[in-house]
């Protein structure tokens, strides 16, 4: 294993401005550019969390929405969302979605969470999309996505940038290593790795967030 120092959860370089926005999931289901899924229970939970830099790398050119994420900042792990989830989906279609239509978030939230999530649209989809079958309001949301974020000490941008395309197992062994206290274990991660690259690390939770095995 070759670092013990963690990425910091709370710091980054905030926007001037923050741009309130809202997605219109009914339209976008209606349009088939999203689905909804109401009538499946939530029965586990899974934290997604985005590796930066190859994300950004794909952007070209690089939209102003996604300047705070991918030039005013260098993120490694940031979080993609909170995703609910359903042992008896069969399909990634199939776990709970779109459960309501919501009204966009505030700026005053938007603003704790940019370090986060470092996205105002990606914030607002994630809610809506992921959040609304279960939570009652995206500050709920965000806060209990936050509070099992911050509870991780994740690698250093420079130590993931080391181990990126090494065997995800490495990537697994430096994670667990570094979340010893928390009694994380190999089978509640699930890294996501296409073409060699690096794209993203799941953590699985059950419904009241403690670890458990993820299932594909």
Not at 32 to 60: E, G, H, I, M, N
Not at 129 to 139: I, L, N, Q
Request: aromatic share 10%; proline share 3%; glycine share 2%.
């Amino acid at each position: 294993l070759i670092s013990s120092i963690f990425l910091v959860s709370n710091s980054c370089n905030l926007p001037n401005t923050v741009k309130v926005w809202d997605y219109d999931a009914t339209d976008a289901i209606k349009k088939k550019r999203d689905w909804q899924v109401v009538d499946t229970k939530t029965d586990s939970w899974r934290l997604a969390l985005s590796y930066s830099p190859t994300f950004c790398a794909k952007q070209k050119p690089i939209p102003s929405h996604l300047k705070h994420q991918c030039l005013d900042n260098k993120f490694g792990l940031i979080v993609h969302g909170l995703w609910a989830q359903s042992f008896q989906a069969e399909t990634y279609k199939a776990h709970p979605r779109n459960c309501k239509d919501t009204h966009a978030i505030s700026k005053e939230i938007l603003i704790n969470h940019l370090c986060m999530i470092p996205g105002y649209r990606l914030m607002q989809k994630e809610w809506e999309r992921h959040g609304s079958c279960d939570f009652k309001s995206a500050k709920a949301y965000l806060n209990r996505t936050k509070m099992l974020y911050s509870a991780l000490k994740l690698p250093t941008l420079e130590v993931l940038n080391k181990i990126k395309k090494s065997s995800y197992y490495r990537i697994k062994s430096e994670i667990i290593a570094l979340n010893k206290h928390i009694a994380l274990r190999e089978e509640h991660i699930w890294i996501v790795k296409k073409k060699g690259e690096l794209r993203e690390v799941h953590l699985c939770y059950d419904t009241q967030f403690n670890f458990k095995a993820c299932h594909k």
